[in-house]
């Protein structure tokens, strides 16, 4: 991984698997070295490759491109894949280990897992502490139906409320919750272990995942702040592509979401 340059912040973007959905991951390593970003981090889905170590290797190795995080497969729509949840964020920390990637991106258990959810805070210390691997538990949103909020995480869907070693924060579920992130941030700064670089328009009800700086979240500002405060993490593009007409318009979005990235993660801008 790219270290800082003169004691200035270290500037790293990773592009996201799920910005390119449904492709082949080689396909991701293709774009971001086409592009210029620093990484690829991996959501493990039920398409088969993003489960294969061996295969993001080669993927890696044939584009430059290294690893730089594992997203578990903690989704609502992944919860097949790799059986019981500890056994997906056991998966996904060796698969870290394997790849030399930096960190594990883990969802807060749902509703209907109260036993797991019970446990969970606890137990992501213990396997972080077991294993070695930063896993940073991403913050989520209440779910709305008819006018009503639905707690469907537990133990809830804000990482502030609990004592995480490391929490991931995304732009997108910050804006569903009604969360300003430049304040999350400035309070979780030296637990903050990774950022989904993303926007989207604040209290709406679908998890948008826009382009950065095309939303009503201050994610410049936020950027601004954690530079200016010496953060060294990976910032990974999680942008929803699929209004793409072609692939041209696709990289345009990418190429976009990393130069919002490079031109605002820079010390001395102010937040």
Known sequence: MPESDGGAPRQHVALSTSCLFLADPPETFRVASELGYDSVEVLVTHQRMTQLTHELLDASQQYQVP???????TLFFTQQVWGRPWTKIQMAAKMVEQTGAEVVVAHPPFAWQPKYGKSFVEGVRALSEMTGVKIAVENMYP?????KE????????DPRK??????????????IAQVNSLEAIRELRPRLGHIHLTDGNDGGTSDE?????????????SLNFLADHGWDGVIGVEVNTRSAKDEDERASMLAESLAFARGHFRPGLGA
């Open 150 to 157: 639905l707690q469907m995480y537990r133990p809830h869907w």
């Open 67 to 73: 690893i730089s995080a594992i997203h578990a497969p």
């Open 143 to 147: 779910w709305r139906l008819a006018g």
């Open 162 to 175: 609990f004592d995480y070693d490391w929490v991931t924060w995304d732009f997108s579920h910050a804006s």
């Open 209 to 221: 995942h826009l382009l950065p700086g095309h939303g009503q979240q201050p994610v410049a500002e």
